[in-house]
């Protein structure tokens, strides 16, 4: 069945535009979450959705990242004001449960994101 | 969520069983070990889990010693397609803590 989808894939941002990063999740999925991978390292935690509440925010690094998840599918993750820092990769997984408790994630391929 | 350990980078033939291992010697009772792989240019895809139990599906096997500090991976006839980052995670919660994991090679 379909997975996890990302658009666009690659986007290069000139520093100080706003970006806005999309996700589809696996349909039905209850929870979804928001990575960022910078080259060389694991994928650091976001931001968690339940449905379409957004219940952990603690991983955005500044006040300039941003998601939304309006009906709880679809997910934005925009970033204003891009810095050279933001290059990296976003991921974004879906899980079909919610709540405290850890299921397994299904991940999307990722958007590459460039600032110059 | 507890820290984990794994070794940078390891080499495996093609064919033989590629064995991973990760210390988590600072995991509680609630907290489960996750393993997840990362082929170059594609997201971590999910491989397999435990709580206490030695586990096996169609991917791998996945061994958790008696005190639970330590795990292995076992993937039983590495293949090509296997070369990847692989991730050991704990944790008893959504949140998941990546570490920078294994960076498994299988040569032909």
Known sequence: ?116 | DAKTTQPPSMDCAEGRAANLPCNHSTISGNEYVYWYRQIHSQGPQYIIHGLKNNETNEMASLIITEDRKSSTLILPHATLRDTAVYYCIVTGTYKYIFGTGTRLKVLA
């Open chain 1, 1 to 116: 069945g379909a997975g996890v989808s990302q658009s666009p894939r690659y986007k290069v941002a000139k520093r100080g535009q706003d970006v806005a990063l999309r996700c589809d999740p696996i349909s039905g999925h209850v929870s979804l979450f928001w990575y960022q991978q910078a080259l060389g390292q694991g994928p650091e935690f976001l931001t968690y959705f339940q449905n379409e509440a957004q219940l952990d925010k603690s991983g955005l690094p500044s006040d300039r990242f941003f998601a939304e998840r309006p009906e709880g599918s679809v997910s934005t993750l925009k970033i204003q004001r891009t810095q050279q820092e933001d290059s990296a990769v976003y991921l974004c997984a879906s899980s079909p449960r919610g709540g405290a408790r850890t299921y397994e994630q299904y991940f999307g391929p990722g958007t590459r994101l460039t600032v110059t």
